[in-house]
């Protein structure tokens, strides 16, 4: 494993309410379903208690079909509907990236990879002195940008990129979300939709790994990874994990004694 010990893909969004949650979690289906060893993983969220159903610690559990806590998989939750620094400093707590970090091992022991969903976008102040985009970097894992599919789109993924690149992070791909909330434009009937992905692909020299449809319910793990492999390429993805889940079954070999030993 690499030094950290951190395997999988980091998921960040334009702006909040464009769709990583279920991105994240119909990916982790469509993986897992293919049989890899894939967790998910949302370090600190804010905007309801666990136990309401509606976190999304508790979303992408239920999406995705992973038998884990919600408190595990969101180990610093806070009610207020603000930005984490601002939610935590609510309720008399200080976040650091070393915290984070640290509430995330029990994780990255037991998968081999995980997809681990950032909050809102990369610009978010995240602690006292990090932005969301900052703690990807700790992270130094690629990045899944997730972005709304309509207008105005462009801008904002290009922003994203640029910024992550400035950091010297690895942009995995871009999904376009059709069901992502874009009130000025009605998502997916905006007649901009079918040229974004060319456009984001030429300027931004990005992967656009597909566009996720529209919602009209909620879907169990295997309609959502049915999906997943429909309407996204998720061959870097898989390629990616499955690179890793075949390092870890590797990791062990038998020394002379008989006794398994780390390679």
Known sequence: MNTSGLRGFFVTGTDTGVGKTIVTAAIAAALRADG?????????????????????AERLLRASGIDDRPEAVAPFTFAAPLTPLLAARSEGVELTLAALREAGEPLVRRYDAL??????????????????????????LPVLIVARSGLGTVNHTLLTAAYLRQLGLAIAGVVLND????????????????????????YGGLKVLGRFPRLVHEPGPRELADIARRMLNLTTLREGV???SA???ARYVHTENGEEDLQ
């Open 242 to 244: 499955s690179a890793v």
């Open 247 to 249: 390092f870890s079954a």
């Open 36 to 56: 890899l060893n894939v967790g998910v993983w949302k370090p600190v969220q804010s905007g309801a208690p666990l136990g309401s159903g509606v976190t999304d």
């Open 115 to 140: 997809l681990i969903e950032g909050a809102g976008g990369v610009a978010v102040p995240l602690t006292e002195d990090a932005f969301v985009a900052d703690w990807a970097t700790r992270l130094a």
């Open 179 to 202: 069901g992502a909330d874009n009130p000025a434009t009605g998502g997916a009937d905006d007649p901009s939709v079918t040229s974004n992905a060319e456009l984001i692909e030429m």
